[in-house]
Structures are given as C-alpha cells and as structure tokens.
C-alpha cells in the first residue's frame, strides 16, 4: 500500500459527520479513533448501523437471530459509550445482516429513503464510509445504498471510505487504483485503549457469549490488532 499522508483532525472542514457503520464493531475497529478527536472538537457524529447484525452465530439456538440483533445494539450503544460519544445521535436501519435487500428492489428503494431523509434532517458535511470494494457484501451494499442516498440528496457530501477486510481478503482489483482515490492517516496512537475498549464492547464478536454454535464468528486478535493501531487510514476519492 501507498504510504498515507498524514492529516490533522482540526483541517477536517465539517461540522456534522455521519459514520456509516455496515454492523456493529464497524464503527470502534474502522474509524472510532477519529470520531473521538472529531466530536471533541465539537463536531455532531451521528453513527448509521446499516445491518441487524445478527447472522454471526446463524446455529445458535439460544441466540436466535432477534435475540442476537437486540444484542448488537446494546453492544452497539455501549461502544459508543466508551468512545464517549454516549450523547452522539445514532439509527438502526435493521437491514438484514448478510442479507441486504437487492439494488433496485422495492425494500432496497425503501432502505435508501430512509437512509435520504436521514441525510436531510442531520445535513453531514462528511460522511465515512466503508470502502467501496471491501470484499464482504455488507459493506459494498451498503457503500452503494449510501452513496445513491447521497446522490439523491441532489448535495455534494464529501466522503471518506474505511477498509475492514480489504488487507486480509482483498483482491488485487479490490484496492483503489491510484487515479481513483488517496490514503489519508490520522494519528490515533493516544486513543489505542479507547478502541479496544470500544471493540470489547462487542462481546457477540469477540468472547464466548454465545456458547453454542462452534462455527459462529468471532474477530481475531490478528484484525483487532491491525485495526486499532497508531493510524486510521482512509481512502479519500478523488471526486469525494
């Protein structure tokens, strides 16, 4: 990868930013670090979770999937918490979690209605976003339901995009092409206990809660690593 250029919080030119988070745990491990120094610059985030998140132990029979989605968001409220963006505005859109609606269909028109009249009463100067090719479907449908929100909004929102899976499962035709977008960094070394603790607010994610199916996911302390290091990085769209 590129080296990012490193930028300052304070130069960020917005007010209002929404974080599009595809499940709960996107928020804290791809962008939780640059929300804090934002909202304690006196910025308004508000946090968008596309999906339910409730497909990660789909054998589970104590955890069934709305049990587990209600599970999410409290995990969801508490990371924010310890993020201290407790008072920060959120919404839940309760797509379903590896089952998003498809482009174009009557659910997915009704998905990115909602998603427009969130853009007109909140007014984001910025929105992040996950990146456009990050190789989980979730986060590309949501990309997209986002960006067509955007473009129905008929405003010029800037954007920046935050990579998940991109380094661990990526593609070569996955990454941005140097005339498509730039890296950008933020130094997030002085907040690497803050996300941690925000990822472990995850505990679906990231411990032994749900028991009982063998095969459920859980993150590895290999991805929470490599995503709560020094820098956030991410991928700024030249046209963005």
């Given at each position: ?97 590896a089952d998003m ?70 593609q070569l035709g ?67």
């Amino acid at each position: 990868m590129t080296m990012p250029r490193l930028l300052d919080p304070r130069d960020i030119d917005a007010r209002r930013i929404l974080v599009i988070a595809p499940h709960p745990d996107d928020e804290s491990l791809g962008c939780g670090g640059l929300m804090v120094m934002l909202a304690a610059g006196g910025r308004q985030i508000h946090t968008l979770f596309v999906t339910d998140g409730g497909a990660s132990h789909p054998a589970s029979k104590s955890w069934p999937r709305q049990r587990l989605a209600s599970q999410r968001e409290s995990e969801a409220a508490e990371a924010l918490a310890r993020l201290g963006l407790g008072n920060q505005p959120r919404s839940f859109l309760r797509l379903r979690d590896a089952d998003m609606p498809q482009p174009g269909s009557a659910e997915w028109t009704a998905a990115r209605d909602r998603v427009e009249q969130l853009l007109a009463g909140f007014r984001p100067d910025l929105v992040l976003l996950p990146w456009r090719r990050d190789p989980h479907r979730d986060h590309r449908d949501s990309w997209r339901l986002s960006t067509e929100a955007i473009a129905a909004s008929g405003r010029a929102i800037a954007t920046m995009e935050y990579a998940i899976w991109l380094d661990e499962f990526g593609q070569l035709g996955d990454r941005p092409a140097p005339d498509e977008a730039e890296f950008v960094a933020f130094d997030v070394s002085h907040l690497r206990v803050a996300k941690r603790q925000a990822v472990a607010a995850h505990l679906s994610q990231t411990t032994a809660l749900i028991d009982d199916d063998p095969d459920g996911f859980l993150l590895g302390e290999e991805t929470i690593a490599r995503l709560t290091g020094p820098l956030e990085i991410y991928v700024r769209p030249w046209d963005g």
